[in-house]
């Protein structure tokens, strides 16, 4: 059994940053791919951004690529979500997840072990 704990989120101004953490307290996420997914009000869960393993692969959606990073510390079960140049838009809950195998999927059926999210609202 493997459980997330995801941590970092709170209120910030547009262009602002926030770092998201992911840490496995049961369990290991050793050999798999993780992810972060995002869900706003009234509309589906969506994904972020993906890590392999040894972190030489990673992926993130169109609306995110070139503002949020996506990085793990391997030694530590934990993962990380750096996000810059906050937009109104990227307010939602976010979710870290544990692929079922080691290929990068942004499929969310393709992740078994979810965290309880952490909200991020961008407001002025």
């Known amino acids: 059994q493997v459980q997330l704990v995801e941590s970092g989120g709170g209120l910030v101004q547009p262009g602002g940053s926030l770092r998201l953490s992911c840490a496995a307290s049961?369990?290991?996420?050793?050999?798999?791919?993780m992810a972060w997914f995002r869900q706003a009000p009234g509309k589906e869960r969506e994904f972020v951004a993906t890590?392999?393993?040894?972190?030489?692969?990673?992926h993130y959606a169109d609306s995110v690529k070139g503002r949020f990073t996506i990085s793990r510390e391997n030694a530590e079960n934990t993962i990380y979500l750096q996000m810059n140049n906050l937009k109104p838009e990227d307010t939602a809950v976010y979710y870290c997840?544990?692929?079922?195998?080691?290929?990068?999927?942004?499929?969310?059926?393709?992740?078994?072990?979810w965290g309880q999210g952490t909200q991020v609202t961008v407001s002025s």
């Open positions: 890590i392999t393993w040894h972190g030489v692969y990673t």
């Open positions: 997840a544990r692929g079922r195998s080691s290929s990068p999927t942004g499929d969310r059926n393709d992740y078994d072990y």
């Open positions: 049961t369990g290991t996420l050793s050999y798999k791919i």
